[in-house]
């Protein structure tokens, strides 16, 4: 069982940046494809980023390419989504996620397994 305990949501102006951090406990963290996710009000939650096993894979939503990053630390059972440019339609509920197999590396949401509660990203114009 792994439990994920995201950080570093808040309230940032248009084009500033973020770095929301999970931590991850209860599992060999190096099996797990990370990924994060974001959750609009009155949207489907929806994939943003993900980190394969080694970190040396990666892969983005359209929507955040150029301007996200996501990087995993083994060593420290974390991974790290850095947001630079932030934009009004980025402000979301972010959650962590842990999965296992190619799909989960394909961003497919039911291929991730264990969730962290979210946290709240919010970007003002």
């Known amino acids: 069982q792994v439990q994920l305990v995201e950080s570093g949501g808040g309230l940032v102006q248009a084009g500033g940046s973020l770095r929301l951090s999970c931590a991850a406990s209860?599992?060999?963290?190096?099996?797990?494809?990370m990924g994060w996710f974001r959750e609009a009000p009155g949207q489907e939650r929806e994939f943003v980023a993900v980190?394969?096993?080694?970190?040396?894979?990666?892969h983005y939503a359209d929507s955040v390419e150029g301007r996200f990053t996501i990087s995993r630390d083994n060593d420290k059972n974390a991974v790290h989504l850095q947001m630079n440019n932030l934009k009004v339609e980025d402000t979301a509920v972010y959650y962590c996620?842990?999965?296992?197999?190619?799909?989960?590396?394909?961003?497919?949401?039911?291929?991730?397994?264990?969730w962290g509660q979210g946290t709240q990203v919010t970007v003002s114009s």
């Open positions: 209860g599992g060999t963290f190096s099996n797990y494809v």
């Open positions: 980190v394969m096993w080694s970190g040396g894979g990666t």
């Open positions: 996620a842990a999965g296992q197999g190619w799909t989960a590396v394909v961003g497919r949401a039911n291929a991730y397994g264990f």
